[in-house]
């Protein structure tokens, strides 16, 4: 069974900084990736950034970076110079690479970015 | 490329009613998932639907129901309503079957209020 953990219900951060969101994960699984998805009050799903298990370096996709610890069984999410419309639900997720396996997230953490 | 679709946005129904939901995944993907989201719950995993046969189901009575036809689109069913169904229902897409490296795009939701 695999399990999210994130323990930050919400995070408050200025326009312009840099936030970071945790997030742990338990699985018996060898190979599996790792999603951040954001959720604005529309309830759309937008997917962030993707980490695979195998992948030595962390990835990136524009303002968003995963860091990916993996003996520490974490991958953070985190947003530089954060903009008014990054406030929302942001949920970390992952997924077993083995036959048909689910999308399993966290309880999401609700980032306020203040002007 | 247009990504996915749902229908209907909202949808107010009765408890004894059903209710169908659905979902055209972004074109070339095959894979269907379906989530449900409530504030109690989070997100929760409904059944994956890859080449119209059902390749994981979640933990939910048999009330709750899919079927995804030659096209790849996908609908889910729920018979009976209960309160307890008023949800937002997610659908999301895959080019591949159920593999952890496969990242699954969201549509925008059904919210369904049951009265």
């Known amino acids: 069974a695999q399990k999210i953990t994130q323990t930050q219900p919400g995070m408050f951060v200025q326009e312009k900084e840099a936030v970071t969101l945790d997030c742990t994960y338990d699985?018996?699984?060898?190979?599996?990736?790792l999603f951040w998805y954001k959720q604005p009050s529309s309830g759309e799903m937008i997917f962030l950034i993707y980490?695979?298990?195998?992948?030595?370096q962390n990835a990136t996709e524009g303002r968003y970076s995963l860091n990916f610890q993996k003996a520490r069984k974490s991958a953070n999410l985190v947003i530089s110079a954060s903009q008014l419309g990054d406030s929302a639900m942001y949920f970390c997720?992952?997924?077993?690479?083995?036959?048909?396996?689910?999308?399993?997230f966290g309880t999401g953490t609700r980032l306020l970015v203040s002007p | 490329k247009a990504g996915v679709t749902q229908t209907p946005r909202y949808l107010i129904k009765t408890r004894g009613q059903q209710v169908t939901l659905s979902c055209s995944p972004i074109?070339?993907?095959?894979?269907v998932s379906w989530y449900q989201q409530t504030p109690g719950q989070g997100l929760q995993f409904l059944f994956e639907?890859?080449?119209?046969?059902?390749?994981n189901k979640g933990n939910f009575p048999g009330r709750f129901s899919g079927r995804q036809f030659s096209n790849s689109r996908s609908e889910m069913n729920v018979s009976t309503l209960e309160l307890g169904d008023s949800a937002l229902y997610l659908c999301?897409?895959?080019?591949?079957?159920?593999?952890?490296?496969?990242?699954?795009?969201f549509g925008p939701g059904t919210r369904l209020l049951v009265l």
């Open positions: 999301a897409s895959s080019l591949s079957p159920g593999l952890g490296l496969e990242t699954q795009y």
């Open positions: 699985t018996s699984d060898q190979s599996y990736g």
């Open positions: 980490q695979g298990s195998y992948d030595e």
């Open positions: 997720a992952m997924r077993g690479n083995t036959g048909f396996q689910k999308l399993v």
């Open positions: 074109s070339g993907h095959r894979s």
């Open positions: 639907y890859f080449s119209e046969t059902q390749r």
